[in-house]
């Protein structure tokens, strides 16, 4: 059981991710965003941060990087990947999830512990939870409001795609307080909050620890 | 091959909160500006191109905007007048 770290310029979660794979019994290694290469990875992680600097928009110039081939490849056998944060903000530009995130609607950026509600145990990484289980984990983002169409949003939440949602506190003003979505084949997970920074009982949550212990369930290694 | 310039206007999708807008609105009141009514905020990019022809530059200037300048999901583009540079 592998995990591969995407580190584009930028990425500022990437140790998190890493050390939260392992805390889960995963082997777990970096892969530059210059590569190819997944390096026989199980699953892949894209990270928080702000890759290239978020120029243009978050995530926008990440997409075109090389890695981005492989991470579309791996998704596209059906093989787990998962983006937090920044992360998502990639798969989204990437076409590899629907809709977009833009800039929080109170402009400020926001960092705190929030609620979070599962919606959905079907998919890799929250095949852990229960759905309706409310989890606290830390957000820390200023472009976190997911948008997408109507059309979009009532598909969402009609195939059970909405995977988290802001349980009370709205902290971006995402539509439907969706906080993660999957994707059509329900591998690919993206959400805004940070579950490797809730690992341990001292880092002030464990609640997403089994995020990254599921995955290593469902890649069935 | 000749220069030409290009300039690219994307505006946040009306249908969408723009609260960068909404806070430039608030600050103008603030100053004492009156009968501002609606404020939004987009970006402006130039772009120095090479090609054959204007519509040449025209063409890629289209293609830039549809691949990478402009997210489809939550932002309109509009392409400007392309010039000899």
Redesign the interface.
């Known amino acids: 059981m592998k995990f591969a770290v995407v580190r584009f310029p930028g990425s500022n979660c990437d140790a998190d991710a890493f050390a939260a794979a392992e805390a889960a019994g995963a082997a777990a290694t970096y892969v530059w965003h210059r590569s190819t290469d997944l390096e026989g990875a199980d699953v892949v992680v894209l990270p928080g941060g702000f890759s290239y600097g978020d120029y243009?928009?978050a995530g926008?110039i990440a997409r075109?990087s090389p890695v981005l081939r492989a991470v579309a490849a791996h998704a596209a056998a059906g093989r787990p990947v998962l983006g937090i944060c920044n992360g998502f903000q990639v798969l989204?530009?990437a076409g590899l999830l629907?809709?977009?995130l833009?800039?929080?609607?109170?402009?400020a950026f926001v960092c705190r512990q929030v609620a979070v509600r599962v919606e959905t145990d079907a998919t890799p990484f929250t095949a852990r939870y229960r759905p309706g289980q409310v989890l606290r984990m830390p957000v820390a983002h200023g472009e976190g409001?997911y948008?997408?169409?109507e059309a979009t949003l009532d598909r969402l939440e009609r195939e059970d795609r909405v995977v988290f949602r802001y349980a009370g506190d709205n902290p971006n003003?995402a539509m439907r307080d969706i906080a993660g979505i999957t994707n059509e084949g329900r591998n690919v997970v993206g959400l805004m909050p940070h579950p490797e920074r809730a690992v341990e009982a001292a880092l002030g949550s464990d609640d997403g620890a089994a995020v990254f212990a599921m995955a290593a369930v469902a890649a069935g290694v | 091959m000749r220069r030409f310039r290009a300039r690219v206007r994307v505006m946040?999708r009306p249908s969408?909160?723009d609260?960068?807008g909404q806070?430039v609105a608030h600050a103008l009141g603030e100053l004492g500006f009156r009968g501002v009514a609606a404020v939004r905020v987009g970006r402006t990019v130039e772009l120095t191109l090479e090609a054959e022809s204007a519509e040449a530059a025209r063409e890629g200037a289209l293609a830039m905007c549809g691949r990478?300048?402009a997210?489809p999901?939550?932002e309109d583009f509009a392409l400007d007048a392309v010039e000899p540079a």
Do not use: H, M, S
């Not at chain 1, 833009?102 to 402009?107: E, M, P, Y």
């Open positions: 243009l928009r926008a075109f989204c530009e629907p809709g977009a833009v800039r929080n609607a109170g402009l409001r948008v997408a169409d003003g | 946040p969408l909160l609260p960068q806070a990478l300048l997210n999901v939550t």
